[in-house]
């Protein structure tokens, strides 16, 4: 298994993933993920300052993809953690954690303070995966991100 950047050709295979993970949670829902059309070109999405797109794959193939991105709206201090997205088969490995990880890593490398990120009920794993690299529950929403259908909003304070 290997981490590394977002390359062109793996677009198409990620988008995939997404789109089936959303859809087999039941969450293929306009206000998600499922819908942006970033999802599709997330490569191109990707290569501005201080973002990044994250990606494991083993034997050429994609398992999943994590990004730090600084999404409108956020305080200057602060990044988002976006589309954090694993195919089924890979769920449950200690992936998903690496991904999230070198997301961490990233985000500390160009100065950012805090992680934020939104999620939905239905992602329990997902949910208890970020409360164990100490990401916490907020009230309400940061940022414009657009994804209304979001009702989990979580902070890790960098230290």
């Known amino acids: 298994m290997n981490i590394k950047l977002i390359a062109p050709e793996d677009n198409v ?3 995939a993933i997404l789109r089936n993970s959303l859809a087999e949670f039941g969450l293929n829902i306009p206000g998600t993920a ?4 970033s999802t599709d070109h997330l490569y191109e999405s990707f290569q501005g300052k201080k973002a990044a797109y994250f990606i494991a794959e083993e034997n050429g193939k994609v398992l999943g993809g994590a990004g730090i991105y600084p999404t409108d709206g956020l305080p200057e201090d602060t990044v988002e953690l976006v589309k954090m997205y694993m195919s089924a088969s890979s769920r449950g490995k200690g ?4 991904l999230m990880l070198q997301c961490i890593d990233f985000a500390k490398s ?3 303070k805090n ?7 239905e992602l329990k794993a997902a949910v208890s995966a ?4 100490g990401f916490k529950m907020l009230d309400g929403p940061l940022g414009n991100t657009g ?13």
């Open 110 to 112: 160009c100065g950012y």
């Open 115 to 121: 992680i934020y990120l939104e999620t939905m009920p």
């Open 95 to 98: 992936i998903g954690k690496k």
């Open 130 to 133: 970020y409360e164990k690299l």
């Open 13 to 15: 295979e990620m988008a």
């Open 147 to 159: 994804h209304y259908s979001c009702t989990i909003w979580m902070l890790n304070e960098l230290s």
């Open 34 to 37: 499922y819908f942006d059309e």
